[in-house]
């Protein structure tokens, strides 16, 4: 993969008094923690590079969010000419905790004297949190456990190579968390201190991973280094030593080395594991010493493992690897793209697709989640080919962030956020060619239509995705999904007309007057009706004024156009121009136009201070049994969230959780029965404006419905609650729509007589209280068997397990029972057969 060439980090040349705190010289851990009562232990590296000694104090102050004084402590030192010194100081204090969730940081400031004379003042920001694993429930992050929803990533973006602008960083870690990715893992090095900055402040755990592996000074020196500067990063959770040392990983001379590195480690940082990336060997080598089981694909081998050594915590350091390539539906060798469908690929015989690795890992507690091969595309490993091809195609987004299909997989399964994703696009060329439609989503089931007609309705596991085989026609094609029978979401896709006009999407439409500020713009090419054409790959030229294009991507693994240009060809109706602030504040127009296409302009403003974030959007809200679920879409330049609500629509609005880092939250303080109306604000340079109101009703769901058939009956049943009162509803189809079939009963089982053999039927209970009815509960199901045609004779022959049954329904025969002894000569279950005379000739 490409790892970058020149200088494409911060260079700073630091200039201090002689007496001095060291670089990278502090080091602030929680060294105990009751509920909100922390112990914060500070340890300070003075470095005295005069030629006299160096009488003094070392203040320690700690601010919290708001620039308000938590703490102080001094102690006095005594430093010789031309040595350091490290103090311990010991603070203890009632402290918000950084978290996922609330990613709260502290501000330390360290104030060196000589004589009385201020001679260095130096900043840590940290955050006050607890990292703990356990070998049967994974990772814990101040005692609460969080099951590790990760993305492996490499450095580099369209446009600008590996010398990323800091403002690229959050954009990056913005889109990872509008996913539901909660981990970040760099592959394979250590991370710019910026992304890490970006982590700290956004709510993401980093595994932060080490380059080299050896014992000599040059790798030690690195990864001391390294250790040294990113410790006082809250969102770094563990340390990776290492990735895939095939001719290491497994023998003495590695696992030797392994040790050296990892005792290295725990001496400069002892309240983190450390963990290296395996692909084998796991047992031996590595194994035998490190903290941390790293898992590298082949999900075949972790049972085995775990089974051998239950005792041994685990990682999925690197868990899938699926190809897929944004906008395209076809395995294409010769340009050089993969099917964006969830399958595994032959090229990637070690990968496994997302609906593989993640029931996988998310039945298995104790391999505390994973990590998967990549978030965003990058340059190089074009696998499964080669030129002219020249990106991966591992990325759940593309190369400019832009997602692919899989994005949403993730998304419905990690995040609250109500999901129904549809692919492909509908823009085919060939009339009746059938095409492969496939819905992820996280509601109950899915209907689908076809200009208008339903193609019918199916179950939706999260873990997995339906599918439909249609004849295309061109027109809408359109996703219901639904939950407990009622319809909640909503996916609409149009066959497009012909390109017809661009569109500019800036992320920021107010970046600062710093020079350094970028805004990341979406350049979208529209039909006449302003839906964007997927199948588009018009070039457009960019004119820009008051600014500066940094650089230009599309996203397309195969092109070879030029990052740094004023043009580019938009991919499957994509594009990405990033756009530079110039150092004056004012007012930066970019242009965009193309042959044939209505041109465009858009205005962003570099100001000198930014705003405060807009207000969030995708704000939705969920009720369910005593709860609501509100979720949002991530606000750039935002860092953490306020929910409020009221009872009354347009408020006024009382506040019930405030800077929230995720893009989700659980109201579980409210009434069954009752509206409640919430507005989300987002804070950033101060508290946004309120979002769009949304409301939801939570409501009770009926428990443990069941339906058997029962002397050519069905026995419904359900588990109640005294005094309540229930309706009892049927359909012929699953999902409903349904009738009642027993109103405002208050028993909790009912026997329907009115049913026929080979009909299936539906039930759904429902709570009735004072006028107002509960959501339907899950849906049950049963089916009185058909009579076997009277030729025929069921049995069981032989010693079964259990008394078997068999019936005939529209031309088919069900038959079940447990049987024994079928590998031999005396089959034993039970068996449906019908009396052939011995005259007939049975061939």
Known sequence: FYEGAGIYRHVWLTAANPIHVAEWGTYVTTTSLVGSNATITVQTDVTNQSAQAASGSLTSTIFDASSNLVATVASAFNVPANHNLVTTQTITMVANLWSLQTPYLYHLVFTVTNQNVVADVYHTPFGVRTVSFDPTNGVFINGQHVEIQGMCNHQDHAGVGSALPDRLQYFRIEKLKQMGVNAYRTSHNLPTAELLDACDQLGMLVLDENRRIGTNAEPLGELGRQIRRDRNHPSVFAWSLGNEENNLQGNSTGASIMQVMQNLVHSMDSTRQCTVAMNGSWGSGFSTVIDVQGFNYNLGGMDGFHSSYPTQICIGTETASTVTTRGIYTNDTSAGYCAAYDIQNSGVGWGSPAEVWWPYYYSRPWSSGGFVWTGFDYRGEPTPYG?????????????????????????????????????????????????????????????????????????????????????????????????????????????????????????????????????????????????????????????????????????????????????????????????????????????????????????????????????????????????????????????????????????????????????????????????????????????????????????????????????????????????????????????????????????????????????????????????????????????????????????????????????????????????????????????????????????
């Open 387 to 843: 030129w002219p091809c020249i990106n991966s195609h591992f990325g759940i987004m593309d190369m400019c962030g832009f997602p692919k299909d899989l994005f949403y997989y993730y998304q419905a399964n990690w995040t609250p956020k109500p999901v129904l994703h549809l692919l492909p696009h509908w823009n085919w060329s060939t009339p009746g060619q059938i095409i492969n439609v496939w819905a992820y989503g996280n509601c109950q089931s899915v209907e689908l239509f076809l200009n208008g007609q339903s193609r019918g309705r199916q179950t939706l596991n999260v873990q997995s995705h339906v599918a439909w085989n249609l004849p295309y026609a061109a027109g809408t094609l359109q996703a219901i999904g639904y939950n407990y029978g009622v319809p909640v979401i909503t996916n609409t896709m149009v066959t497009t007309g012909v390109p017809a006009a661009i569109a500019l999407i800036p992320d920021r439409s107010t970046i600062l007057a710093d020079g350094r500020d970028v805004s990341v713009v979406t350049v979208a090419v529209l039909d006449a009706q302003g839906n964007i054409v997927p199948t588009a790959s018009n070039t457009v030229t960019f004119a820009v004024s008051g600014g500066t294009i940094l650089g230009v991507g599309n996203g397309n693994p195969s092109s070879h156009e030029a990052d740094k240009a004023s043009q580019r060809a938009v991919f499957n109706g994509l594009a990405q121009v990033i756009v530079q602030s110039t150092n004056q504040p004012g007012s930066i127009t970019l242009t965009a136009t193309s042959t044939g296409l209505t041109s465009t302009n858009v205005t962003i403003t570099e100001a000198a201070t930014l705003p405060a974030p807009v207000p969030p959007t995708g704000v939705a809200a969920v009720a369910g049994n005593a709860q609501v679920t509100v979720s949002w879409d991530v606000v750039p330049d935002a860092t953490t969230y306020n929910v409020s609500r009221s009872t009354t629509s347009g408020g006024p609005y009382t506040n019930i959780v405030s800077n929230l880092g995720g893009l989700g939250y659980t109201d579980s303080r409210v009434s069954n029965f009752t509206t409640y109306y919430y507005v989300v604000t987002a804070n950033g340079n101060g508290a946004g404006e309120n979002s769009a109101e949304v409301s939801a009703t939570p409501t009770a769901i009926v428990p443990g419905v069941t339906a058997v058939v029962t002397n050519n009956q069905i026995f419904v049943s359900w588990i109640g609650s005294p005094g309540t009162t229930y309706n009892l509803k049927r359909s012929y189809v699953t999902g409903g729509p349904y009738t009642m079939l027993a109103a405002a009963t208050t028993g909790t089982n009912f026997s329907d007589t009115n049913v026929v053999s080979c009909q299936s039927y539906y039930y759904v209970v429902t709570i009735t209280n004072a006028g107002n009815e509960s959501l339907n509960s899950a849906e049950a199901s049963a089916e009185l068997p058909g009579a076997l045609p009277p030729q025929f004779t069921s049995a069981d022959i032989g010693v079964v397990g259990l008394p078997g049954s068999a019936s005939f329904c529209g031309g088919q025969f069900t038959i079940s029972g447990s049987g024994a002894d079928i590998w031999n000569n005396a089959d034993a279950f039970q068996f449906v057969y019908a009396y052939v005379p011995i005259s007939t000739n049975c061939d």
